[in-house]
């Protein structure tokens, strides 16, 4: 009887929206987008040799990649709700790791980063497949990538600039991010998302479903777009400053490219009106090419440095494309009843590609400028557009009624 009194917004989880997930995807955006910049000149004044620094990234890339496969198999022990919560007040620990300085506690502060990073990865998606119906996914993306527009197109400039005033400011901006990122994660509710079946008997291998990934060709597929995609991320956002220092544009070139290109995701919405118009596969079969000619070119044309810079420049335009829609083979080919666990697999391109990029580019640079790293970018897409082209044509399209014709 006590429960007709309890209102009924309390008794019961509202169903979020789309716009709810979107905001969440902005506010974490907001925290890394801020750091993105800030993050690599804190770890070189700790460390003092580059080498180092990469070889940090290296291992916290490898780190992150396990943990991240780990996350399905913790959510069965500890409720998805406190796993996300725990990647949220990971951020914040880094954010004190970071303000405490010094060789030790700035590289701890960069693992902490990401393994806050894939932990409330792999539990938003799981929430997104959730309770997102399969039809509005390539919308759901879309609106994320407007909520995240502004935080990565302001974020690498921003940070930078907090820094020069006050050393402490742009981990103190983060950190309150973070702080609102999960009290809007409690404020929507949104529990431990829907359960497709009672679990029965023991937990799994959190590797077990390595094997159902490897025999379903298209999530394979998915996954590789977004490894290559991140791929090009990381050469665009590491090695173009560093060109553009090399051939003497200055350190600002780099910054200022990265904060054009991430203003792209204010057009997200148009992209998703030619997946509409076309198909996903012609879109991310056009979205590869783009970036596999402008990549190779801004190799085979670095003796004019400011050709490179645009064409890496038009290049991210693909990769933004790639952001909006080359996730959709991936999470529409996903098993209900493997939503987490694919979940997990899809997060593992971050640290993949963070893994792969840097040790790619170590051995091209073994052998060849700078520039050739950018070739070899362009050469990993073309076989990424070449994958591309043995999606479904009609994958991602409105399926007729059963009774309808």
């Avoid at 916290?60 to 399905?72: D, H, R, Y």
């Avoid at 799981?126 to 302001?154: E, F, I, N």
């Amino acid at each position: 009887m006590a429960n007709k009194y309890i209102p009924l917004f309390l008794r019961h989880s509202p169903t979020p929206r789309i716009q709810n997930f979107a905001l969440l995807a902005g506010l974490e955006a907001a925290v890394r987008g801020t750091l993105i910049s800030v993050m690599p000149l804190v770890m070189y004044e700790a460390l003092q040799d580059a080498a180092a620094v990469s070889r940090a990234y290296f291992v916290v890339g490898l780190i992150s990649m396990i943990w991240g496969l780990m996350v399905p198999w913790a959510t069965r022990f500890v409720p998805r709700r406190w796993v996300y919560t725990a990647g949220a007040l990971a951020y914040l620990l880094a954010m004190s790791l970071a303000l405490t300085g010094g060789p030790v506690a700035v590289p701890l502060a960069l693992l902490a980063m990401a393994l806050a990073t894939a932990t409330c990865f792999v539990c938003f998606n799981a929430y997104v497949l959730d309770y997102v119906a399969r039809a509005d996914l390539g919308r759901t993306q879309s609106l994320q990538m407007v909520y995240a527009a502004a935080p990565w197109a302001l974020g690498p400039l921003f940070g930078v600039w907090l820094r020069e005033a006050w050393r402490p400011l742009p981990f103190l901006i983060a950190g309150g991010f973070a702080i609102a990122l999960l009290v809007t994660f409690w404020v929507l509710r949104l529990g431990n998302g829907k359960q497709i079946q009672r679990a029965r008997g023991p937990a799994i291998n959190p590797l077990a479903y390595l094997g159902r990934f490897s025999r379903q060709p298209r999530l394979i597929a998915g996954w590789l777009f977004a490894v290559l995609r991140s791929c090009g991320w990381w050469v665009y956002v590491v090695y173009l400053p560093i060109f553009c220092i090399e051939v003497g544009l200055g350190d600002k070139v780099g910054g200022v490219a990265l904060s054009l290109s991430n203003g792209l995701l204010f057009l997200t919405p148009l992209m998703l009106r030619f997946v509409q118009r076309h198909s996903v596969r012609r879109t991310v079969r056009g979205a590869f090419a783009l970036c596999m000619i402008t990549f190779s070119a801004a190799g085979l044309l670095a003796g004019w440095p400011w050709v490179t810079v645009g064409c890496l420049l038009a290049g991210s335009i693909g990769l933004v494309t790639l952001d909006a829609a080359g996730g959709l083979p991936f999470m529409l080919s996903v098993k209900p009843s493997e939503r987490v666990e694919m979940a997990a697999v899809y997060s593992s391109f971050r640290d993949v590609s963070g893994v792969v990029t840097p040790g790619v580019a170590w051995a091209v640079l073994l052998v060849a400028p700078l520039s050739g790293v950018f070739l070899a970018s362009g050469l990993g897409f073309v076989v990424a557009f070449a994958i591309a082209g043995r999606l479904h044509p009609r994958l991602g399209a409105a399926r007729p009624s059963r009774g309808g014709v």
